[in-house]
């Protein structure tokens, strides 16, 4: 019975030690399976989270940002103590006393747990914020054992490798925080719109409240659970003594007030050149695979100033051409039924026209109209003229869903515009784009007008017809003759006739006034006496557009260009005849404040030299020569001229040393107009997107210039005009009143020309007389009747190439 018994000791005692062993085995392939793919503690040394490139006008303003997750990254030092203590207190009171994990926590978390698997719920944590960091950064976040276990291994390893400080400054610029905000002084600027320096108590305590979870304390949506929240957080500061009993009655005494979304870049007017800004960001290949996450700083070139003025002179342009088309109708309609108010904000006005209000018309007496506006809910009727307005064209009827804003006690019809346009301004010594608007609102379409619509540019694209001349025999005093002319290869075989706007002929006249009054007869003449393959060539060269046709058609602007690189074209008629690139990025720093792209690319040797009272280091001029100094001058001359006396007279209030040439294409479908002093060049486009005719009248004179105004009138409070700059070597000769600039031995060509002239030549005395005279014939509906001009005769009337007759 004995030996039976120690038998089975024995048996048992070999089962108990095969049982260990096997439990040690089981051990040890779930060790060596944990940490297999356990990563390396000592990565987190160098790791720099994703974060966002800011992006800031030539200010210092920011204007937007490009990322994948918003962030920016803060060292610890210049993370407020306020800041610090506020997530101590709400996530981990003992953090700076443990080694990674916090014992005495993790205990209650366990005995919870129990409860929580028993009914099916999620696991908590009790993590420090070690832990969350080692979860964040390097493993998932599922909620197995595994992943707590290897959360525990690796929070000891980072105790070990990185200071307490390390730790606190990755966790407080990795952990997301809601209003997609990744780390605290993203969150500082989305929920408050403020750096992190400029936070209150209650405010930090408010981001501390939310790494538990930032949609169930999201201050709009739950706005007394995130108070509550942020209150308890200001109690565990002021239990800790991180606050004391003072501060702690302040702050949990005030509102907690965010922003209704989430936004850094608090300046709104600049989306289309932020966008055009990050589109050329990522094509360059230094740094464009890592514009969402490099966390760079944009400098871009941008003017605040004059972009809200940009902004405003063509929302304001398009919605006077517009009015002047009428109203086209109620956008909707309602039978008052209850919650109509619900439905009518869904359709919201622009958001660049903040003061507009969804409302619906309650009764219509003649041109008396009462209306009620969806949000507020307040009653009021539309100004008389507005109601007349509307009812001239589609009479206003009751349950008619319109925009509305408030003036002097009444309301304003508004119409969101069908048309859009575009407006550049260019700097013309260096291409630096200072303001940039590509349609009447970003939010209803992102299509940047200014730099990917190709339109037609008319008479814009005389200048570059007349400076080839120029660069050739020819003088701003040489006569060309205006009067009929026809070319084989017209519509349908027949020839083609070109005519000018008011479909006279002047006979022969100087090449200043055919491009003051926008002759086409005479440009047509003048680029086929110097060929077309050299207009072509120099519009090439000058940065107008590649690959132009050399057809005659085209020099009076039937190629398609974008205003983008039409107004940087134009520089060169201001800085001297140079070609400048246009741009939008200045320069490029990464993370480490190391600059990795400038775009002005220019060496001056001896700029680092100390003062010797000496002539300043020599900085050379930006572009590349294209044309003669003397032609560049003689253009911006003869385009001053074009507001003095021209189609762009309505621009002469802006004063002297202001010019620009007016563009009309055929059948009213585009309307430019691209003007300039020394040191702005500005390129006004407005066109509807399916290239539908604008209206009858509605020429570069009649839609463009007046934005073109609107937009200098600001432009040149803080760049005001100056005297163009006279070239070195040219002559200047008085001709007709005017003083002209010749190239050397060209002004006697003058006097050659004038023997040979087949009419008398226009003297002083009544020069002024005939250009007011065809200014007003060439000026469109500000003389001209409103009905269309009668056709010629059958028997005088040559049929017109497309996309050329009445060209301006």
């Known amino acids: 019975m004995v030996k039976v018994a120690e038998r089975w000791f024995v048996i048992a005692g070999i089962g108990l030690l095969g049982a260990i062993a096997l439990a040690g085995l089981i051990v040890a392939v779930y060790a060596a399976w944990l ?31 490009f990322s994948d997750e918003r962030r920016i990254y803060v060292p610890y030092e210049q993370i407020p103590a306020t800041v610090v203590k506020a997530f101590l207190a709400a996530e981990d009171r003992s953090f700076f006393q443990h080694g990674g994990i916090d014992v005495s926590g993790l205990g209650r978390a366990m005995f919870k747990n129990v409860f929580n698997v028993v009914t099916g719920r999620r696991l908590e944590g009790g993590s420090t914020i070690t832990q969350q960091v080692a979860k964040n950064v390097l493993l998932t976040n599922e909620s197995t054992i595994g992943r707590k276990l290897k959360e525990a291994i690796l929070s000891s390893r980072l105790e070990a490798t990185l200071s307490k400080e390390q730790i606190l400054e990755l966790y407080l610029n990795e952990i997301f925080l809601g209003y997609r905000s990744y780390g605290v002084a993203s969150a500082a600027f989305n929920y408050f719109g403020k750096s992190l320096g ?16 930032p949609n169930n304390y999201h201050p709009k949506r ?19 003594d991180f606050l004391t009993q003072a501060e702690y009655t302040e702050a949990v005494a005030r509102p907690l007030t965010t922003q209704a979304a989430p936004r850094r870049a608090q300046y709104q007017d600049a989306d289309f050149f932020v966008e055009e800004a990050r589109r050329q960001a ?35 342009g398009l919605e006077n051409y517009d009015r002047r088309h009428g109203w086209r109708g109620a956008w909707g309609t309602t039978d008052f039924a209850p919650g109509w108010q619900a439905v009518a904000l869904r359709e919201t006005a622009p958001p660049e026209r903040r003061d507009w209000r969804a409302a619906a018309v309650e009764s219509v007496s003649g041109n008396t109209v009462r209306i009620r506006t969806a949000r507020d809910d307040d009653t009021g009727t539309l100004i008389v003229a507005d109601a007349a307005w509307a009812n001239a064209n589609r009479p206003l009827k009751r349950g008619d869903l319109i925009f509305v804003q408030a003036s002097n006690g009444q309301y304003a019809l508004k119409q969101v515009p069908a048309v859009n346009g575009a407006l550049v301004a260019i700097e013309p010594q260096s291409g630096r784009v200072l303001a940039m608007v590509g349609g009447y609102s970003y939010a209803l379409s992102s299509f940047n007008r200014a730099t990917q619509a190709e339109r037609q540019p008319g008479s814009s694209f005389k200048p570059f017809v007349y400076a080839a001349g120029l660069e050739g025999d020819f003088t701003p005093a040489s006569i060309i003759v205006d009067g009929p002319i026809s070319f084989a290869g017209g519509a349908n075989g027949g020839r083609w006739t070109p005519e000018n706007y008011s479909r006279r002929y002047y006979g022969p006249s100087t090449l200043r006034r055919g491009l003051e009054l926008s002759r086409n007869v005479m440009t047509v003449r003048l680029a086929n006496s110097i060929g077309m393959d050299k207009v072509v060539d120099l519009a090439d060269r000058m940065g107008v557009a590649d690959n132009l046709p050399a057809n005659l058609s085209v020099s009076l602007g039937a190629g398609e260009v974008t205003p983008y690189h039409m107004t940087a074209a134009y520089s060169a008629f201001v800085n001297g005849g140079r070609r400048i690139d246009p741009y939008l990025i200045e320069y490029v720093q990464d993370r480490d404040g190391e600059t990795i792209y400038r775009a002005d690319q220019r060496r001056c040797r001896e700029c680092g030299r100390a003062f010797t009272g000496q002539a300043s280091p020599f900085l050379e001029s930006r572009g590349t020569q294209v044309i003669d100094p003397i032609t560049a001058y003689q253009i911006s001359s003869m385009l001053e001229g074009v507001v003095q006396r021209g189609t762009a007279a309505s621009a002469r209030g802006l004063g002297r040393w202001v010019g620009g040439k007016t563009g009309t294409t055929n059948e009213y479908r585009s309307a430019w107009f691209v003007g300039f002093t020394t040191d702005i060049v500005v390129g006004v486009f407005v066109g509807f997107d399916d290239n539908r005719p604008l209206g009858y009248g509605e020429t570069g ?3 463009a210039v007046p934005v073109f105004i609107d937009f200098m009138e600001d432009a040149l409070k803080k760049r005001p005009a100056r005297p163009f700059v006279r070239p070195r070597g040219a002559i200047f000769r008085t001709v007709n009143g005017i003083e002209e600039a010749f190239r050397p031995g060209t002004e006697r060509r003058r006097e050659e020309q004038r023997e040979a002239a087949p009419a008398a030549p226009v003297g002083p005395q009544n020069y002024n007389d005939i250009i007011r005279r065809e200014r007003e014939e060439a000026a469109g509906i500000t003389s001209r009747p409103t009905t269309p001009p009668p056709a010629a005769p059958p028997a005088a009337r040559q049929e017109p190439a497309p996309d050329l007759d009445g060209l301006f």
């Open 222 to 240: 739950h706005p007394a659970a995130a108070k509550g929240r942020r209150d308890w957080v200001l109690g565990e500061m002021r239990q800790n």
């Open 701 to 703: 004179t009649q839609a």
């Open 35 to 65: 940490f297999h793919d356990l990563p390396d503690a000592s990565e987190l040394a160098d790791y720099r989270p994703p974060t966002a490139t800011r992006v800031y006008a030539g200010d210092g303003t920011l204007i937007g940002e």
């Open 282 to 316: 990522r094509a360059n290949p230094d740094f464009g695979d890592q514009l969402n996450a490099g966390g760079f700083y944009m400098r871009t070139t941008l003017d605040p100033e004059l972009q809200t003025a940009a902004r405003d002179a063509l929302m304001r």
């Open 198 to 213: 400029q936070l209150t108590p209650d405010e930090a305590a408010f981001l501390a409240a939310l790494p538990k979870g």
